[in-house]
């Protein structure tokens, strides 16, 4: 019996497993440049907050401390990134696309409308030396700063991946705008009611 059980329990985390990868199309690491508007270099540090829509569907904001972008004509030193899904916001719905970003941890943002393109346009860097990571010159090898990439992928993405944060214009953001609770809220309503909009005037038929 327990052995049955056992195969059963194994059987529905594995179809789990599959439901939640297939939600998310597969990119190339040339698709994730091509398709993102923004290309950063940040640290995670916490949580902006979260909103429902009014599909009861929830994002959760996290503010980013720029470093270094790589893509996109943005200079502020502080990002707001939006995820699917919001923990604490029990009366919306979750599903099996929803996932979170890992508090303090410096990462590689694909962005698109403010959005990692896929979970995977987040890639997690251990950097080498933290002390001098948020650097002032756009002559800084952001590459000798890095130790290593996770999600862990091939060694010929790897390359791919390092050969462009090499290659790319680095700027370093300039404005210091900082985020306070209060203005992040504000926001965030407003993201949220123009989404609203724009799904509810999509299903107009002019």
């Given amino acids: 019996m327990f052995k049955k059980l056992l195969v059963f329990t194994l059987g529905i985390l594995f179809l789990t497993?599959?439901?939640?990868?297939?939600?998310?199309?597969?990119?190339?690491?040339?698709?994730?440049?091509?398709?993102?508007?923004?290309?950063?270099?940040?640290?995670?540090?916490?949580?902006a907050g979260q909103v429902k829509n009014q599909d009861d569907m929830a994002e959760?904001?996290?503010?980013?401390?720029?470093?270094?972008?790589?893509?996109?004509?943005?200079?502020t030193k502080n990002y707001i990134v939006a995820t699917p899904?919001?923990?604490s916001l029990f009366n919306s719905v979750v599903t099996s696309a929803d996932y979170e970003l890992a508090d303090e941890k410096y990462a590689l943002f694909f962005l698109s409308n403010n959005r990692p393109?896929?979970?995977?346009?987040?890639?997690?860097l251990d950097v080498k030396d933290e002390k001098n990571f948020f650097s002032n010159s756009s002559e800084v090898d952001i590459s000798k700063l890095i130790s290593n990439i996770s999600?862990?992928?091939?060694?010929?993405?790897?390359?791919?991946?390092?050969?462009?944060?090499?290659?790319?214009?680095?700027?370093?953001?300039?404005?210091?705008?900082?985020?306070?609770?209060?203005?992040?809220?504000?926001?965030?309503?407003?993201?949220?009611?123009?989404?609203?909009?724009?799904?509810?005037?999509?299903?107009?038929?002019?």
């Fill in 85 to 87: 899904g919001a923990k």
């Fill in 151 to 206: 999600p862990q992928s091939s060694e010929e993405e790897n390359e791919k991946i390092m050969s462009f944060i090499k290659t790319s214009n680095i700027t370093i953001p300039t404005v210091d705008n900082k985020i306070d609770d209060a203005n992040s809220k504000d926001k965030m309503m407003l993201l949220a009611f123009m989404r609203f909009l724009m799904k509810r005037f999509a299903n107009i038929n002019l």
């Fill in 117 to 124: 393109i896929t979970p995977r346009g987040v890639l997690y």
């Fill in 17 to 47: 497993t599959q439901a939640v990868q297939a939600c998310w199309a597969f990119f190339s690491i040339e698709e994730l440049i091509e398709k993102s508007d923004v290309i950063l270099i940040g640290k995670i540090q916490g949580k």
């Fill in 60 to 75: 959760t904001y996290w503010n980013i401390k720029v470093g270094y972008y790589l893509k996109g004509d943005s200079n």
